[in-house]
């Protein structure tokens, strides 16, 4: 609400909810908060334009907030219905966020959603995305290997949902 009161230039907003269960209604008018919104949209840039993910909430895959999250399998490594994320630019180590939208070092050239949805054959992950300890890399691909000992190596072919 900060964030949408600071960037509509709105000193005051209403925030309304209604308990599922009794119906009651809650109404509050909250004052704008510049230095609070300023900060929020500030932590949302750090995060956009982060070279990596940020770091989880918890390392304890059955702390609250770890239990319901949607990503919690991909976090978590080792947990046993851990999936790879999603093959697209915005996982890859080539693709940057760069200020008016994102670029591609492996090809040279800034990319269109479309571009980032449909990701290329050369797609690499970036290795913190993957559930395992990078041990060797060359030019067009990165070995990982897993607490289970087995080793993959990452080529850019042949992906699909479920390469770990």
């Known amino acids: 609400m900060q964030t949408y009161m600071h960037l509509m230039g709105l000193t005051r907003a209403m925030y309304l909810a209604v308990c599922k269960d009794t119906d009651d209604v809650y109404v509050e008018r909250i004052e704008a908060d510049p230095a609070f919104a300023q900060g929020l949209l500030a932590k ?9 993910p940020p770091q989880r909430i918890s390392t304890d895959p059955a702390w609250y907030q770890c239990r319901m999250c949607d990503h919690a399998p991909v976090c ?35 990319l269109t959603e479309a571009d980032q949805r449909a990701a290329c054959t050369m797609h690499l992950f970036i290795p913190s995305l993957v559930p395992g300890k990078q041990v060797d890399a060359g030019e067009d691909w990165v070995e990982y290997e897993f607490a289970s000992g087995n080793r993959w190596r990452d080529t850019g072919k042949n992906k699909h949902a479920n390469t770990f």
């Open 76 to 110: 978590h490594a080792g947990a046993p219905d851990a999936l790879a994320p999603e093959i697209n630019c915005r996982t890859c180590l080539h693709a940057t966020p760069v200020d008016g939208g994102w670029h591609c070092a492996r090809h040279d050239r800034w």
């Open 44 to 52: 949302a840039e750090r995060v956009i334009f982060a070279a990596t």
